[in-house]
């Protein structure tokens, strides 16, 4: 039996200290968090749940340690917030789920990963980064253009505005997103296509397809985006089919290619759409997948693919325990 600790950033705690629902958009529910104790204990291991960054590093001054820690903490402030509880815990030499600092910094910037994903030789949007409104001018880019937070998760700053057919729908666009999320604004060549979200399990060769799903929207929803509105009235707005014809296949094949370039671990999702050619191209990647076993895409698409949530965090957790090193791995043993 391990003892696992668990960090997060608990939403309900976020509103309390006055946030607003959109502000605290991407941090986890009490279900979430239940959720994934109840798998972890299931599977045969005593679960301590810790909580947010500053949680941790009262209990870790006080001496406390763990086993493993799964970590599903994204991080208040910055442009490298989902990167601090995992460097935290290299500091401590403190075995994690999910992927380093150093991966969770770069892909928390969309531009800059836009560009490792290129230089991989696969396909993204072309694509600038806006700065200022003056920035606006000089987007050469041809229209239709789509515009978005660069280090924002869970849609936020996504609505039926980001899609832009001129430069004042773009400077009106940029304008109100430079101002709400005070940071950087994604412009990319809009991808009129099919979209889908790829589930991934596993890290390098052992990585995996674990479905792929297709997003659509309801006569309700937004149907240029998977924008934050319909995210957040996913029930009422979208609509999730399992799917595995030629395009998702080849979404996922483009999926798993940039997973394992990356160098992405145990679990997450990459959201690829099809260009006007009908070509799947890369949008982002998320290696701190939601995992809220009624509402995150990653838990969704499992179920729909016919497996259990139980299942799902074990996978995840086994990938994790498979870095320990050789020797300790065997009383650590995972169902």
């Known amino acids: 039996m391990m003892k696992i600790g668990m960090t997060y950033d608990l939403k309900d705690d976020y509103l309390k200290l006055g946030m607003s629902p959109e502000e605290a958009a991407e941090f986890d529910s009490e279900v979430t968090v239940e959720g994934i104790r109840k798998a972890l204990e299931g599977l045969g ?60 910094a770069l892909t928390l910037n969309k531009g800059f990963t836009n560009a490792v994903v290129r230089s ?126 030629f395009a998702a296949m080849s979404s996922a094949r483009l999926a798993l290619r940039a997973w394992k370039g990356l160098g992405c671990l145990d679990g997450g999702r990459i959201d690829v759409r099809l260009d006007r050619e009908g070509m799947p191209t890369f949008i982002e990647v998320n290696p701190l997948p939601g995992l809220n076993p009624e509402s995150s895409d990653l838990p969704i698409l499992w179920r729909q693919a016919g497996h259990r949530y139980e299942e799902l965090i074990g996978a995840i957790f086994r990938s994790a325990a498979a870095r320990l090193p050789k020797g300790d791995t065997e009383p650590w043993r995972v169902a």
């Open 45 to 104: 291991h005593k679960v301590v749940r810790i909580g947010n960054i500053a949680a941790l590093t009262s209990r870790l001054a006080d001496g406390e340690t763990w086993d493993m820690v799964f970590n599903i903490a994204e991080g208040r402030r910055g442009l490298g917030r989902e990167a601090q509880v995992p460097a935290l815990l290299d500091a401590y030499d403190i075995p994690y789920t999910f992927s380093g600092p150093d991966l969770m």
């Open 120 to 245: 991989l030789g696969l396909a993204t949007a072309d694509f600038t980064v806006v700065r200022s409104l003056e920035d606006v001018e000089e987007v050469g880019l041809g229209f239709p253009l789509f515009a978005k937070p660069v280090a924002e998760g869970t849609s936020k700053g996504i609505s039926s505005r980001s899609l832009t057919r001129n430069h004042d729908e773009l400077r009106a666009t940029c304008g109100d997103l430079l101002a709400r999320f005070r940071q950087p604004v994604l412009v990319e060549t809009f991808l009129p296509g099919r979209e889908f979200t790829v589930g991934i399990l596993g890290s390098g060769d052992e990585a995996r397809i674990a479905g792929v799903l297709e997003v659509l929207a309801t006569e309700k929803g937004d149907a240029s985006a998977y924008t934050y509105e319909n995210k957040q009235d996913w029930k009422k707005r979208v609509r999730y089919e399992l799917v595995d014809d």
